[in-house]
Nanobody, 124 residues
């Protein structure tokens, strides 16, 4: 069983940066793809970024491409989301997700494990 714990959320002004971390426990972390999703109030959960088990492949939502960077450190069982040039529309609860398959995935139902979420608020 994989357990995921996110951290690093907070309040930041537009144009600022935050780095989210997601630390995983369980035997499949180093082999499975990881993803970040977000959910704003009144909206559906949406894909943000994904990284393959080897970290060789990544994919991003169009709305964050060029501003956000996903990375992972398998030795630390941690995946990161570096968020730069933040905008008020990035405000949401950000969730980390994991799956046992190595290939990247952008659909929420392709992930079996989820963290509890961390709030990111960007003020204008």
């Amino acid at each position: 069983q994989v357990q995921l714990v996110e951290s690093g959320g907070g309040l930041v002004q537009a144009g600022g940066s935050l780095r989210l971390s997601c630390t995983a426990s369980g035997p499949t972390f180093s082999s499975g793809a990881m993803g970040w999703f977000r959910q704003a109030p009144g909206k559906e959960r949406e894909f943000v970024a994904t990284i393959s088990g080897s970290a060789y492949y990544t994919n991003y939502a169009a709305s964050v491409k060029g501003r956000f960077t996903i990375s992972r450190d398998n030795a630390k069982n941690t995946v990161y989301l570096q968020m730069n040039s933040l905008k008020p529309e990035d405000t949401a609860v950000y969730y980390c997700a994991a799956r046992s398959i190595r290939t990247i995935a952008s659909m929420a139902d392709e992930y079996a494990y989820w963290g509890q979420g961390t709030q990111v608020t960007v003020s204008s």
